[in-house]
DNA sequence: AACTTGACGAGGG
DNA sequence: CCCCTCGCCAAGT
C-alpha cells in the first residue's frame, strides 16, 4: 500500500475536505495524519493552495492555532476567516477560533487514540 | 539531479 | 506572546 487508491494526492486531500461539515474546520496537521504516510501538513498546506474555491470548501482549513495562514499572496486577507464566520464559526479578538469547539472529526475517527494530545488544544 | 519554496507544526528560548 | 530552528514532502526552477 502507497499513496492512496488510484485518486491523485491532491485529490485525496480536496475529498477529505469535502466531507467537513458546515461550521466545522479541521486542521492541516490533522488531515496529513488521517491521510497517513507520504502527506504532512506542510504538503497538505501545499495542495490547498491550488484547491478550486468552487469545488472544495477551502476555508474550513486552518492551522493548528486555529487561525487562518491564508493573509498572504492571493487571498484577501481576512476572507477565509469572513467565509467561516459565516457558517457559525466564531473567532477571538486575535482571530483565534477554539478548535475544542468547531474542530470536526470524522465518524469512527477516535480523537483521543489516532491523533496526538497536542493536536486537540 | 540539486536547490528552493510553501495556506504547517512541534519544541525551545 | 514573539522569534527561531528543524523536520517534513510535493512541485517548480
Known amino acids: ?12 486531500v480536496y475529498e477529505l475536505v469535502r466531507s467537513i461539515p458546515v461550521g466545522r474546520v479541521m486542521t492541516y496537521g490533522q488531515i496529513a495524519l488521517m491521510l497517513g504516510e507520504g502527506y504532512t501538513a506542510r504538503t497538505v ?5 491550488g484547491a ?11 492551522n493548528s492555532q486555529g487561525k487562518c495562514s491564508t493573509g498572504r499572496l ?10 467561516l464566520e459565516a457558517e ?11 478548535l475544542g ?3 470536526w472529526f470524522p465518524e469512527g475517527f477516535d480523537a483521543r487514540e489516532d ?6 488544544i
Open 1 to 12: 500500500m502507497k499513496k492512496v487508491d488510484e485518486r491523485s494526492y491532491r485529490e485525496s
Open 74 to 83: 492571493t487571498i484577501p486577507i481576512n476572507l477565509q476567516q469572513e467565509l
Open 45 to 49: 498546506g501545499y495542495v490547498m493552495h
Open 52 to 62: 478550486d474555491s468552487e469545488q472544495v470548501p477551502w476555508q474550513r482549513v486552518i
Open 115 to 120: 491523533i496526538q494530545p497536542s493536536l486537540l
Open 101 to 103: 469547539r468547531f474542530q
Open 88 to 98: 457559525g464559526v466564531e473567532f477571538n479578538a486575535a482571530g483565534k477560533c477554539d
